[in-house]
């Protein structure tokens, strides 16, 4: 069981902490399920994650030529934007 502060934290227990690997300022993203609160640990990528996905992405549109150009035209028309 915890308790929420009068600012609104929470102590999340030493054993879930332990056990999850959760250090002063981990990062989590928050949601609600009608009353259930979820937090969800979050791992923030390095800037090598970022390259190593700017390469995939670049060889992705190479493959189905797709060129810089033709890029907003794409995500106006999945977002149905006009």
Do not use: C, W, Y
């Amino acid at each position: 069981m915890t308790r929420m502060s009068a600012k609104g934290q929470l102590v999340i227990p030493s054993q879930i902490r332990s056990r999850l690997g959760l250090t002063e300022g981990t990062p989590f993203a928050v949601a609600t399920r009608g009353d259930v609160i979820l937090l969800k640990k979050v791992k923030i990528p390095t800037i090598e994650d970022f390259d190593r996905l700017v390469a995939k992405a670049g060889k992705s549109a190479a493959a189905h030529n797709i060129k810089p150009e033709d890029v907003e035209d794409i995500i106006h028309r999945h977002r149905g934007v006009k």
